[in-house]
């Protein structure tokens, strides 16, 4: 079977599954995309093909790259522009003020999802009881911001945000906490996927430009787009390890790419001085 990933560019206004099925359509195979975009965000959106669906795990939580728009003065019950207003009125803070603000949540701290998230509570997703106008209890998730850049004013109390953290980070909920650290509420006003690990903006393709004909031409191998080392063996060590044994092998537990015989096969892990398939690519 084939298999890779397709580095998307969803436009704004399209929900993630939807940009999904274009791709779908394109292979005539199993797909799924590699961390959710909100409709109202755009930007890079990683969509496994194939059996690189596999790799979920590997890729989700890689480091993003953000620019967002932080709407000061008003807060809404989805925390961005699509949502209906609940607080108004509030102080716009002075540039500096942001920056400090900004400068505060670098490193870990417990986020609280959004109301309006695909965060399960039992059972039952966030934001259908958020829908329903029911109480949404969630538990705040440690998360990592790597770095918050303030690039600049883009509107009456509106500010352009760069930002780098840790997969699982709510951007519509760090804009609510930036301007509660500034004694005010926020939004988030808009937002761009720049980098998903390693998927990059500037190659990224419309979900629309996928054809049965082209698909393949844009797909990225598995072994190109996993930041793992790599581990070869061949003969009886490569077979041993197809049937699902163990080998002995002097290497550092974790994770590797996987060569057999010359050919990429999945991924390793590695523990106590033996390495085993653990991941079937091919």
């Avoid at 191998?221 to 063996?233: I, M, N, T």
């Avoid at 060569?259 to 892990?269: E, S």
Wanted: hydrophobic content about 45%; some cysteine; overall charge positive.
């Amino acid at each position: 079977m084939e298999s890779g990933v397709l580095n998307l560019n969803k436009p704004e206004g399209m929900s993630s599954a939807r940009a999904v099925s274009f791709v779908r359509r394109a292979t005539g195979l199993a797909c799924g995309h590699m961390g959710t975009l909100d409709p109202l965000a755009s930007g890079v959106l990683p969509v496994a093909v194939g059996n690189a669906t596999r790799l979920f795990d590997y890729l989700l939580q890689k480091q993003k790259v953000y620019r967002a728009l932080f709407a000061f003065g008003t807060e809404t019950d989805t925390l961005d522009r699509a949502g209906r207003v609940t607080k108004s009125g509030g102080r716009v803070p002075a540039a500096d003020e942001v920056a400090a603000a900004l400068a505060s949540f670098v490193g870990e701290y417990d986020q609280l999802p959004p109301a309006y998230s695909a965060k399960n509570v039992n059972g039952v997703r966030a934001y259908d009881l958020a829908r329903q106008g029911k109480e949404v209890a969630l538990a705040p998730k440690r998360v990592r911001v790597d770095s918050l850049e303030l690039l600049g004013k883009e509107g009456e109390g509106v500010f352009a945000v760069r930002i780098v953290c840790g997969g699982g980070t709510y951007i519509r909920s760090l804009a609510r906490d930036v301007a509660a650290a500034c004694g005010t509420c926020g939004y988030m006003a808009a937002l761009v996927r720049e980098r998903s690990g390693p998927f990059a903006l500037a190659e990224s393709i419309p979900p629309d430009t996928l054809t049965k004909e082209n698909w393949r031409g844009f797909l990225l191998p598995p072994d190109a787009v996993l930041d793992l080392p790599r581990l070869e063996f061949a003969g009886a060590a490569a077979a041993r390890l197809k049937n699902g044994v163990p080998v002995s092998c002097e290497t550092a537990d974790g994770a590797y790419k996987l060569y057999l015989d010359g050919a990429f096969y999945g991924v390793a892990q590695a523990a106590d001085g033996r390495v085993r398939a653990k991941t079937k690519l091919v």
